[in-house]
């Protein structure tokens, strides 16, 4: 005799969130690693009233975030160069660009892809290292000279973080919660002139 089984109920944070809780309890086991963001070397050259900005930043992932993207999740990091003019109460931005890079993995080809904002088209790479290399590679990236930039009054600042708003909706509540999810290089100053 086959017993009818009462149906069952789905919790509201599952229905809330639309996930299955099998990927949701993977990412909330996984031990956290040290990984994090930071600003390794910035060059600066003259070209008549520009600066042309090149930088190099250590970017690494903890498991959480790294497993996030392993199952198909894509992130964004931003990359902001800005040029400061330092004041005695606050500092004065003058110019800014800011680049976005895109990770995701594609699991049919089996490779990571990156799209740059800065760049025409997509890059795909083996291993999520090499991913991170080219996306904390940034070059050439040109801001406006005011007139006497060369004083000590002016520095760059570099910061590089992962944009959590740019996260999968169901995702972004458990991402601002956990410190696993707040990487950031928070902002790093090289004062410009002799």
């Known amino acids: 005799m086959k017993r009818d089984r009462p149906p069952r109920r789905v919790s509201s944070i ?21 990984a994090e963001f ?9 070209d008549r009233d520009r600066l042309l900005i090149s930088a190099d930043m250590d970017l690494g992932l903890t498991a959480q975030v790294e497993a996030a993207v392993n199952n198909g999740v894509p992130i964004v990091l931003l990359t902001r160069i800005a040029l400061v003019r330092n004041g005695v109460l606050w500092n ?6 800011t680049t976005r890079a895109r990770l995701r993995y594609h699991a049919l080809s089996d490779h990571y892809v ?3 904002s800065d760049s ?9 290292d090499d991913a991170l290399r080219r996306i904390g590679t940034v070059r050439d990236i040109s801001l406006t000279i005011p007139g006497a930039v060369a004083t000590p009054d002016y520095s760059l600042a570099v910061r590089s973080r992962l944009d959590i708003e740019a996260l999968p909706g169901p995702l972004r509540p458990m991402a601002f919660l956990s410190s696993d999810w707040r990487l950031d290089s928070k902002w790093t100053h090289w004062r ?3």
């Open 92 to 97: 004065d931005e003058i110019d800014h660009v």
């Open 14 to 34: 599952r229905r809330l969130l639309g996930l299955s809780t099998a990927p949701l309890f993977l990412l909330l086991a996984i031990s956290p690693v040290h």
């Open 114 to 116: 990156v799209d740059v």
């Open 192 to 194: 410009l002139g002799p």
């Open 38 to 46: 930071s600003v390794r070397k910035v060059e600066v050259e003259t």
């Open 120 to 128: 025409e088209g997509i890059e795909m790479f083996r291993s999520v």
